[in-house]
């Protein structure tokens, strides 16, 4: 398919036309109602929507319990509140904006806010987020200190054991069941602990339990790894998936040698499983209640008797506080690798803070001294919500009283903002703001003069864009059929018009004739003399099939027409597709680009043939430019790539007054030259823009890529000797 896209400039001028103050029409008030935002718009309705399933949620959560997928909706609609909510304090905010009229309430306010209330939202922010930290930190401590603690038990239990065995290894089982009596009489939380000796020696005593070992299989082999330790290990051991049983998900366990001397007869190892009931008197003796347990690698458990405790307080909503976890290493008995164990829990901060101040035993009146200090803080955070609501109230009225005195300004600016030019503001006083209205009396005075100059600009400024309109017509338009070659172009004036031109014209014999030109100078002139070239170009090469004959003519009429200050910059190839050449020249124009495609190794080649500018007005310059003028020619592959352009692209200039350069473009185009026109052309300009950020254009930029899709001559190369042509298309 052939089709055409025959340019436009891709960039609008960057001016704007002013709006004249007369035709401002009055902004009605269209703020919509509470109630329409309510049920009106998506984010009302998605507010109704979140608050009622909240509501829902939280009545399920008092009744019977919420399944995992109702807190899944419940996590959802707490994101639909608060985008909700995100949206109506933006509306809010604009509201406040627009009533706000005055800017010196608006910046009184502001400063107020700023001075008086954000400091002390950050306080507020700063003391919460230092609670939460202190109270994460302190259950974390606490549940890792009881943890801890039954830890070593299991290892004094287990010393214990190994110290009888070593002394009488006769009467080691013996020793191991009454070890394991005494501690599981020590308490109810210590029931299920478990011993057994297991030999590691020949003649050592046989293999002897105690216990339930109801939550793993007993141990009846010393790892190697335990062998390799010097002294003891007590720690916790985490058991295979195969082995769990019930709610158990870690067992502390402590292995201790039996030592006989200096021999070593086998290990005493004490289990703990870690079940719910341990759990539950953790909980008891320091606040903090284990929820999930999870296993690097493995999904969360929970322990059940610890889930389906109700009744105590501890079960919370979503909050800040409450929450937590605690990690620790977690043995791998068989290979002594350890994994990583993550302890969900929850605290209620009562409680917590219940268990810090009982250990204060002194008493204020009535109360402990925990609670009084609690009490205390409590008053001193009401008087400071009371001085912050006062100081916001008395600040608003502060700087309402300020601005009122300017109200008969603001109206007389209105109603020069709707057009009523002989409203003359009271001076009342004789301060600034007396002689702040006296200068707005004189200003609406000269007012008339503004407009009628405001609308010759506006004026002047349609004829361009018309000018403008008119000069993009002149470039090439509608579908240009050329088999065999695909074409892109750019023209993007630096003004609303200017001298940059480019264009295509089908010569005799299925030829195609290139032309890229630039006129010196910007504006209007160099648009005229732009299309003034067009039409000399367009007769004469139907005459001339030679560049430089054409260059040569174009030369001598159009030096009589321009004057002394102007010239023009031109390159003008002729492609025969049938043949595989391109034969051009230049006549002071910026160098063409050419990317061989079939050649090995060969890199971009900047092709400057001589030549001199077009149009010089003075004795003896048509003489010379027929001396000087060079006509080249090329030989044409599937793949090639030709690219002419204007200075404004190669001295495109940043904020550092650094240029593009040829080098640059060269490289870009030796870089993505494989890509499609169209697409090496977008590649190109977007390096432009990057390079110049947000530096002005200073001058117009055109530019013409070719690429040879398929040639009809075949010719072989080093790399694709069999090459051959079909038809291909425009793309412009």
């Known amino acids: 398919m052939l089709r055409s896209r025959l340019p436009a400039a891709s960039r609008q001028s960057r001016r704007t036309l002013p709006e004249l103050p007369a035709q401002r029409p009055a902004t009605p008030d269209l703020s919509p109602s509470p109630a329409d935002l309510l049920f009106n718009t998506w984010p009302g309705r998605l507010f109704l929507v979140a608050a009622a399933l909240k509501l829902l949620v939280a009545v399920l959560r008092r009744v019977t319990g919420v399944p995992g997928a109702i807190e899944l909706l419940s996590s959802a609609a707490t994101i639909g509140l608060m985008a909700s909510v995100g949206y109506f304090v933006w509306r809010l905010f604009l509201l406040m904006k627009r009533r706000l009229l005055w800017r010196v309430r608006r910046k009184l306010i502001l400063s107020y806010i700023f001075i008086g209330v954000v400091p002390a939202l950050l306080i507020i922010t700063f003391f919460t987020l230092g609670a939460f930290v202190i109270s994460t930190n302190v259950s974390a401590y606490l549940f890792r200190d009881g943890y801890d603690d039954m830890v070593s038990y299991t290892g004094l239990v287990a010393n214990a054991a190994a110290s009888e065995a070593g002394r009488n290894p006769a009467a080691a089982g013996e020793t191991v069941e009454r070890v394991q009596r005494n501690a599981s009489n020590a308490g109810r939380q210590y029931r299920r602990l478990s011993i057994v000796f297991v030999p590691n020696a020949e003649g050592a005593p046989p293999l002897v339990r105690a216990g339930e070992w109801s939550h793993a299989a007993v141990p009846d082999s010393i790892p190697v790894w335990l062998t390799a330790v010097p002294g003891a290990f007590v720690g916790t051991v985490a058991p295979a998936t195969a082995e769990r049983a019930g709610d158990v998900q870690l067992i502390a366990r402590a292995a201790v040698p039996v030592q006989q001397n200096t021999r070593r007869l086998g290990y005493v190892i004490v289990d703990l499983p870690i079940d719910g009931q341990i759990f539950d008197g953790l909980y008891e003796s320091t606040g903090v209640k284990a929820g999930l347990v999870s296993l690097r690698g493995d999904s969360s458990a929970a322990l059940s008797s610890i889930t389906e405790r ?43 803070y219940d268990k810090l101040s009982d250990a204060q035993s002194a008493q204020v009146g009535t109360m402990s001294l925990g609670r009084a200090i609690l009490f205390v803080l409590g008053v ?62 004189q200003m609406i005075g000269s007012i008339e003069n503004l407009l009628q100059t405001a609308a010759e600009k506006k004026r002047l400024e349609e004829e361009l864009r018309i000018a403008r309109q008119i000069q993009m017509s002149l470039l090439p338009r509608g579908p240009l059929d050329v088999p065999g070659l695909a074409v892109t172009a750019l023209c993007v004036p630096a003004r609303e018009v200017g001298g940059d031109y480019y264009d295509f014209f089908k010569l005799p014999g299925g030829l195609l004739g290139v032309l890229i030109a630039d006129v010196s100078g910007k504006g209007t002139s160099a648009a005229l003399y732009m299309a003034e070239l067009k039409g000399l170009v367009l007769s004469l090469s139907q005459i001339y099939l030679s560049p430089k004959k054409l260059l040569t003519e174009v030369d001598r009429i159009i030096a009589d027409n321009l004057d002394s200050r102007s010239f023009i910059t031109m390159t003008y190839a002729v492609i025969d597709l049938k043949a595989g050449r391109m034969t051009y020249a230049r006549a002071g124009h910026t160098p063409l680009i050419f990317m061989r495609s079939l050649v090995a190794g060969e890199t971009v080649r900047v092709l400057a043939p001589s030549g001199l500018v077009v149009g010089l007005h003075i004795p003896g310059a048509h003489e010379k430019f027929i001396e000087l003028l060079e006509e080249e020619s090329l030989d044409l592959n599937t793949g090639d790539v030709i690219v002419l352009y204007t200075d404004g692209v190669s001295e495109a200039m940043n904020s550092d007054a650094d240029l593009f350069g040829d080098s640059r473009l060269s490289r870009i185009i030796e870089e993505h030259g494989h890509l499609e026109s169209g697409e090496l052309r977008e590649r190109i300009l ?47």
């Not at 009225?397 to 209105?414: D, N, P, Q």
């Not at 002005?696 to 930029?701: A, E, F, G, L, V």
């Not at 890529?705 to 069999?722: A, F, N, W, Y």
């Open 380 to 441: 001193v955070a009401f008087l400071f919500l009371i001085i912050e609501f006062v100081a916001l109230v008395m600040g608003l009225a502060l700087a309402r009283s300020i601005t009122s005195s300017i109200h008969e300004l603001f109206m007389g600016t209105e109603r020069v903002r709707h057009g009523d030019f002989t409203h003359r503001i009271d001076i009342m006083t004789n301060d600034q703001l007396g002689e702040l209205a006296g200068s707005f009396n």
């Open 686 to 732: 977007r390096e432009i823009e990057s390079f110049v950020g947000a530096a002005d254009q200073h001058d117009d930029m055109t530019m013409i890529l070719m690429k040879i899709e398929h040639s009809v001559v075949e010719r072989p190369g080093p790399e694709d000797p069999g090459a051959a042509l079909q038809d291909a298309r425009l793309v412009v």
């Open 310 to 352: 109700t009744g105590d307080g501890a079960r919370q909503s979503f909050s800040l506080f409450g929450k937590g976890v605690t990690m620790l290493d977690a043995t791998n008995w068989d290979s002594g690798g350890a994994r990583r164990a993550t302890i969900a829990y929850t605290y209620a901060m009562r409680k917590l």
